[in-house]
């Protein structure tokens, strides 16, 4: 008898708890590309934890990823010659062009240039606030299509 009021207890008690949302889990690992202190052109930030979780996530991750796109959270990479941190954001966009196959033009008309007086692209992007919004918008229109027609 004890051990089917036992088994009845576990039964109710697996049944009915849900797992958490991933949203905050999701928001950490993004959240920790601050933490990035390297980024290499071609191999992007491969090796650091944040990056490879986040990289590795799968789709679920795309919708964190975006909203990072105004962070201007500083990551730890720097740049002697321009003197400059790239930010959250930076990370994020090139990580979003990866995960989604596009390229930066793709995204000249909200406003966004990558130069080339630098070999590496992190250090290169010009964008302000207002065209980090559009992009934004654009990247989740992006999403909502893809979900819509798979």
């Not at 202190?37 to 964190?64: N, R, T």
């Not at 250090?123 to 798979?150: G, H, Y």
Request: net charge negative; with cysteine; charged share 20%.
């Amino acid at each position: 008898m004890r051990t089917l009021l036992a088994s009845l207890t576990a039964l109710a008690f697996w049944t009915g708890c849900q797992e958490p949302p991933r949203t905050g889990q999701m928001d950490d690992l993004v959240s920790g590309l601050a933490h990035l202190h390297e980024w290499d052109s071609a191999m992007q930030g491969k090796g650091h934890y944040a990056y490879d979780a986040v990289m590795g996530y799968g789709p679920d991750i795309l919708p964190v990823l975006i909203a990072h796109l105004t962070d201007e959270t500083p990551t730890a990479i720097y740049e002697k010659v321009s003197q400059r941190n790239p930010s959250v954001a930076d990370a994020s966009f090139l990580m979003l062009l990866q995960l989604t196959k596009h390229r930066w033009q793709d995204f000249s008309k909200e406003g966004v240039f990558v130069s080339t007086v630098f070999p590496n692209p992190i250090f290169c992007i010009k964008w302000d606030r207002e065209t980090k919004f559009k992009v934004q918008a654009r990247f989740m229109s992006l999403l909502e299509e893809q979900k819509q027609n798979p």
